[in-house]
């Protein structure tokens, strides 16, 4: 006769043990009320993603369908293929509005996030004094203003007769003045120089508010081991906002090939060409030239090329377990 300490035991009925059809620490009646909830949750996320869906995908589909024809966006439309991005690799003129928002990456994200790390590391150093809050509002105005705004203010401040150009002759520097958004070779940079003053304050506090979850042990075993101001920024203070320099080179990468706001407010894509990016360049061709094709075309190559230069910075920042 089998003891009843050593014999086999009953399994588990359905209610107590973890069932196939359910998960592991629920209650018994848990199900039910989880697909209730699972129901609930997606209801409310509904109107949102229907918006995303109309706003966003929809267009989304439309443009890549689009940009296989040869269209005027109001008679009848011709299947060209992928005649039109034959067009955007071939042609002189689109392929250098590509090239120019590359560029602009430097002016737009590069200086920046370094201008960023090396202005809040110093308002860090002097968070207990009154000048560190001026400091950050100062800094972070630009992003408050609108970009109409701020390209109007710059075009006067860059004019031939602006007050840049006044300041350089004040300090013996009039050999050098120009009109500094009509010069074949300054325009760009000029550009740049607009696009960098209103991506500071961005960066700046994003930067900012990623040192302040920083531990000040880490700091403190730094001197403790003799490491200076410089060598600390380098060891314990940039290593530990990798995500918040991801963010950064996110957004303002983003900002950089898509540029338009400025552009076409202070310059137009001109003089010339030299301004000219794909987001000035594919309004034009659709609006003006009327080439529905070949802009649609140049905006699914200038979503690949968003996509090409963040996901790998998205990868390379991303916290590791």
């Not at 560029?103 to 110093?122: E, K, N």
């Not at 002097?126 to 970009?147: D, G, K």
Request: net charge positive; with cysteine; charged share 10%.
């Amino acid at each position: 006769m089998t003891s009843p300490s050593t014999g086999p035991k009953p399994g588990p009925g359905p209610a107590g043990a973890p069932g196939r059809g359910r998960r592991p620490g629920l209650r018994p009646g848990a199900p039910a009320g989880l697909r209730t909830r699972w129901w609930v949750g997606w209801a409310f996320a509904a109107p949102a993603l229907a918006a995303y869906a109309v706003f966003v995908l929809w267009p989304m589909v439309l443009t890549a369908q689009y940009s296989l024809y040869q269209w005027n966006g109001i008679g009848p439309s011709t299947w060209v293929g992928l005649d039109n991005y034959g067009r955007v690799f071939t042609d002189p003129e689109l392929l250098d509005t590509i090239l120019n928002a590359i560029r602009l990456i430097v002016f737009f994200s590069v200086i920046p996030v370094l201008l960023g790390l090396a202005i809040a590391a110093t308002i860090r150093r002097i968070a207990a004094s009154r000048l560190a809050v001026v400091a950050r509002t100062v800094v972070f105005v630009p992003q408050v203003i609108p970009l109409v705004a701020a390209g109007i203010t710059w075009s006067w401040l860059l004019s031939s007769d602006g007050l840049v150009n006044q300041l350089l002759s004040a300090i013996g520097l009039g050999g050098v003045t120009r009109a500094w958004l009509g010069d074949l070779s300054t325009a760009l940079p000029a550009v740049g120089v607009i696009g960098a003053w209103v991506q500071l304050g961005l960066c700046t506090l994003l930067l900012l508010a990623g040192m302040s979850r920083i531990d000040p042990a880490l700091y403190e075993a730094a001197r403790l081991d003799g490491a200076g101001p410089l060598r600390e920024f380098f060891s314990v203070t940039v290593p530990s906002l990798r995500q918040e320099i991801g963010v950064c080179v996110t957004v303002t990468v983003i900002s950089a090939l898509a540029s338009f706001d400025i552009i076409y407010i202070s310059t137009q894509g001109g003089p010339g060409n030299s301004t000219m990016v794909p987001g000035l360049e594919i309004f034009y061709q659709a609006f003006s030239d009327r080439e529905i094709g070949v802009a649609s075309a140049l905006a699914v190559v200038l979503m690949a090329l968003v996509l090409l230069c963040v996901l790998p910075v998205q990868r390379l920042t991303r916290e590791r377990p």
